[in-house]
């Protein structure tokens, strides 16, 4: 069993960046593969990017490909997701997710474990 907890947002103007982590304990997250994902008002949650368990594969939503970045640090049992170019369309409460898996996952049924989210507002 893991628990995240999910830090980093807040208010940028577009254009701006910011650094969303997602710090595990309880188990051992290099095992768990992660997710990052997001839920806009009134909007379905919808993924946003994926990380391997090494690291090593990631993947991304078409909407923020080439503007955010997944990485991890397993030695410090976190997941960072850099967000650059933000634009107001990006404005939604981010959570990330894990499950103990070898594989990448997108899909958010496929994730056991959530954390309680963290807001990013992008202002026009």
């Known amino acids: 069993q893991v628990q995240l907890v999910e830090s980093g947002g807040g208010l940028v103007q577009a254009g701006g960046s910011l650094r969303v982590s997602c710090a595990a304990s309880?188990?051992?997250?290099?095992?768990?593969?992660v997710g990052w994902f997001r839920q806009a008002p009134g909007k379905e949650r919808e993924f946003v990017a994926a990380?391997?368990?090494?690291?090593?594969?990631?993947l991304y939503a078409d909407t923020v490909k080439g503007r955010f970045t997944i990485s991890r640090d397993n030695g410090k049992n976190t997941v960072y997701m850099q967000m650059n170019s933000l634009k107001p369309e990006d404005t939604a409460v981010y959570y990330c997710?894990?499950?103990?898996?070898?594989?990448?996952?997108?899909?958010?049924?496929?994730?056991?474990?959530w954390g309680q989210g963290t807001q990013v507002t992008v202002s026009s």
């Open positions: 997710a894990a499950e103990q898996s070898w594989t990448i996952r997108t899909i958010q049924d496929s994730y056991k474990y």
């Open positions: 309880g188990s051992t997250f290099s095992r768990y593969a």
């Open positions: 990380v391997s368990w090494s690291g090593i594969s990631t």
